[in-house]
């Protein structure tokens, strides 16, 4: 598998730990900087009730009352310290770790006095917590009490917790870059063997190689089978060019073959005025009619062919249609039975029409049986606009080969019309032409009863 900075692993990736490490830093920075508060107060707080407790331990009624303290003060160890202070301010007495640089600013000294409570401050260099208390006795002030402690010491835990999330986010980090590679690698796998596949895919094997559908639900499932169809109608439609292309080259041979034999025949004559002249024009007419038909599929196909639209009386079309099928119906003494309305016009190309009606009276002759009748019809706009019928009684075509006959090349049991001449390439004319029309062809047909082609045209 390769790797490449513009692959959707490399973007996925880099983006879902890019999430996570923008989450894993607030959430962090929230924890910390709520810690770092708490231990704050915590430590303000029990500055505070010590700046309370060294009053009890001294004996206002001596005159240095501040050796009464000594004990207490001495008894103070690192990191917290104490300091008494007479009413002017003048540092009395202190517990050995005592900040010698501390000063105890006049304006704390008259904040205590004026609010009558003890002042929690930080020194100016942010280096220590102070709490500042009176001394009274009797309601009067004898000095004040500094209860000091390093600010450092009092966020030890802070620091320490602060160093343990760091870690853990880095290994959080480097546990989700992992995990997430192996995720997105696994997600993405199947999309691997869809290039793959793909690739591997091939004209003449079209037809074996699908994709494999593992989760037909997911995004890919449904890319596989989407892809799948897509190759299935490739394949029809290279197996319908390859059948349509051997199904052509055996037309043509057949009357190719034919008009061989007759020359051979004929040279081998000496008599050549015995040559059988007619049966060569049958040939090369049905050839010709051959090659025109393949001539205008093949135009169908690259689309070639322009509607030449225009407005015309399709009842005209019709008639003139049917009087040059007039002989060709006395002939197999077919009666024609018709109900033309006057005057329908319709917009459409007047050449494709015909040739669809004449394709449609060819085959209810050709196909006519011991039917007697043919029924036209042609009735102007009922609710399916002007409808176009044509009728017979032949021999009908089976239920189940009705969705074929516009195939090309298709007709119905070979054996069954061997005797009657066709290609099966009129009606998938016709279809082309009406679709083109944008026209309705519908096709009723029951098997030694008849058949019944209808075109609607709105
Ligand atoms: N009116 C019909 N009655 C019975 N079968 C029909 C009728 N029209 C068509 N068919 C069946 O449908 C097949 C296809 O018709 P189509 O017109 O395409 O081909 P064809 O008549 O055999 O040859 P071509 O029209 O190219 O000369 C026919 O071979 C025939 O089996
Ligand atoms: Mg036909």
Redesign the pocket.
Known sequence: MSFSFQSIRFRLTTFYILIFFIILVFISILILWNYHGYLLLKGKSSLRDKSFVVGAWIDFTKPDFSHQADDYIHSQESPIAVGLYDRKGSLLGKSPSFPNELKFPVSIQNQIISIDEPVVYESEDGTYVIAANNLFENNVIRGFVLVVQTKHSILESFNYLLNLMLGCVAAALILAFIGGIYIINQMLAPLNRIIATVNDIQAEKLRYNRLPIINEKDELGRLSITINSLLDRIDKAMQSQKKFLSDAAHELRTPLTILKGNTEVSMMKEDSNKIPLSKNLTEINHLISLTN?LLLMARFDNQSVKLMKQRFDLSGLVKDALLNFELSFKESQIQLVENINEHVLIDGDPTLIKRVIY?LL???L??RGAGKVIYVSLLKNNEKGSVLSIK?E????PRNKIAY??DRF????ED??KE?????????I?KSIIDMHGFKLEVE?ELNK??T?TIAIN
């Open positions: 038909d394709n060819d085959n209810s050709k196909y017979d032949g021999i009908g075509i006959i516009f298709y007709r119905v049991q069954r019309n009657i001449e066709g290609t099966g390439l009129g009606l998938s016709v047909s008849g058949t082609f």
